[in-house]
């Protein structure tokens, strides 16, 4: 069975500075891991994903995210938040094989403050 | 190419009523999968049609049910309506299997009163 965790639900940056949301996943299998973002009233948009290649992802908008099977952890990560970053983050985890479906995190609201 | 579309995006009913949503997936994706979103519970996955067939199903009631047409468009159905089934209806297609890079919908919004 997979699982993931985020670890927290809100995060509050200042526009200009870094970017933290953390997530743990737990998974039997080599795990496929993705970031979406949802912004108010809208759908998800894939951010980035891991699919056994590079540990180190980078997705959109200045996003990056790297896989580390020892700590069980893909934290997703900005150098410089800007404003039109606000939105609702989800961390989500596939088995990677057969045909599982997608497990989402509970997701992570980044305010961004002026 | 144009995105996933559901239709109608905002809907109310009042409980014991039935409703039915419509997703049309990305020209060419043959994998619909249907998501419930509310504050409370989160992303919640409710099924997944590939080629007409259900191939997963997630843990909700026999109230919800759902379809894939030949073009790969599907409905889904929620018949005598609860209060807690008002939540954002997210619609995903992808082009073989659910662990493929999923694109979303925009979402049905339906309340029930």
Redesign the interface.
Known sequence: AQSVTQLDSHVSVSEGTPVLLRCNYSSSYSPSLFWYVQHPNKGLQLLLKYTSAATLVKGINGFEAEFKKSETSFHLTKPSAHMSDAAEYFCVVSAGEGNTPLVFGKGTRLSVIA | KAG?TQTPRYLIKTRGQQVTLSCSPISGHRSV?W?QQTPGQ??Q?LF?Y?SETQ??K?NFPGRFSGRQFSNSRSEMNVSTLELGDSALY?C?SSLA???N???????TRLTVL
């Open positions: 996933v999968s998501y989160g992303l996955f997944e590939f191939r997963n997630g997210l995903a299997t659910s662990y890079e999923q694109f979303f919908g925009p979402g």
